[in-house]
């Protein structure tokens, strides 16, 4: 019987979504892939992310996963409207994420951050007007924001300034509902909030994801797990900073295996 959960994302920002899902499904069992030796895929072309996500989807079918959860908008953005892989359900991150950012903004202003990859493909724009045709959406790439994170340079006064800088124009214009559209931006919200104030609704995709994947168990399409509960993290390249940066980004959730692999 397939077990465990899939889950997958250019380097360690997918954390920040495995550990929102792990505490939401408590008795389940994940499997998560970072891609750390060929991030960033930010500033990649579709094509080359399109290859990469194929390899990782095959590694997590090999792995014996029930679903596949893409928490790598970049990547999401080259699988956007795909259901399945090979029989196995396939989950992105955009489609929860936008329809997340409509059921709370209030003035149907909604500002989009991402990578390069991602802004430039305007997967959120067009999901949110198709969704809600009369909303006024902003798209800004943030690309030096997956490095600081990678750095672990969180609640710092450079990151700030960066975010500053990227941020002016949604400020300007009172965009009050963000979509955080990147994995790595959960970790320094705030950074974000510092510059956008207390007031600003930032959307992410971890909560909407989990809303989407309960879905799943509802209708009977997943069957919870039993047995011994395994928080699996596999990257394709595993250095003592990344080892460090995984724990605290997953505390107090568990790993309980971390290894190198080769896809
Ligand atoms: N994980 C990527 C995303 O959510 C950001 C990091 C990268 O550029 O690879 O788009």
Same mark, same amino acid.
Request: charged fraction near 20%; include cysteine; glycine fraction near 4%.
């Given at each position: 019987m397939r077990k465990a959960i899939g889950i997958f994302d250019s380097g360690l920002g997918g954390l920040t979504v495995l550990k929102v899902l792990a505490q939401r499904f408590p008795n389940e069992s994940f499997c998560y892939l970072g891609d750390i030796a060929r991030l960033p895929y930010g500033n990649k072309s579709p094509e080359t992310i399109r290859r990469y996500g194929l390899q990782i989807l095959a590694f997590l079918k090999n792995q014996n996963v029930k !679903?596949?959860?893409? !928490? =790598?908008? %970049? !990547? %999401? +953005?080259? @699988?956007? *409207?795909?259901?399945e892989f090979e029989g196995i359900p396939l989950l992105n991150v955009i489609e929860p994420g936008a329809a997340a950012a409509l059921a709370v903004t209030t003035d149907d202003k909604i500002a989009v951050l991402g990578t390069s990859a991602t802004i430039r493909s305007h997967a959120y724009r067009? &999901?949110?007007k198709s969704m809600a045709p009369g909303v006024e959406v902003i798209e800004q790439a943030c690309p030096l924001l997956v490095p600081l994170v990678e750095e672990g340079m969180v609640d710092d006064t450079i990151t700030e300034q960066i975010a500053r800088r990227y941020l002016s124009e949604i400020k300007s214009k009172n965009f009050s509902t963000v979509i955080l559209g990147c994995t790595h931006y959960p970790v320094i919200k705030t950074d974000l909030i510092k510059v956008l104030g207390e007031d600003v609704k930032l959307v992410e995709s971890g909560d909407a994801l989990a809303d989407e994947l309960k879905a799943l168990y509802q209708d009977n399409i997943l069957i919870p797990d039993v *047995? +011994? $509960?395994?928080? $699996?993290? =596999?990257? &394709?390249?595993? &250095?003592? /900073? @990344?080892? $460090?940066?995984? /724990?605290k980004l997953m505390f107090p959730e568990p790993i309980t295996d971390l290894e190198r692999v080769v896809l």
């Open positions: !679903a596949i959860i893409i !928490a =790598c908008n %970049s !990547a %999401s +953005t080259v @699988f956007l *409207g795909e259901k067009d &999901t949110l *047995g +011994t $509960r395994q928080i $699996r993290v =596999c990257i &394709t390249d595993l &250095t003592d /900073h @990344f080892e $460090r940066l995984a /724990h």
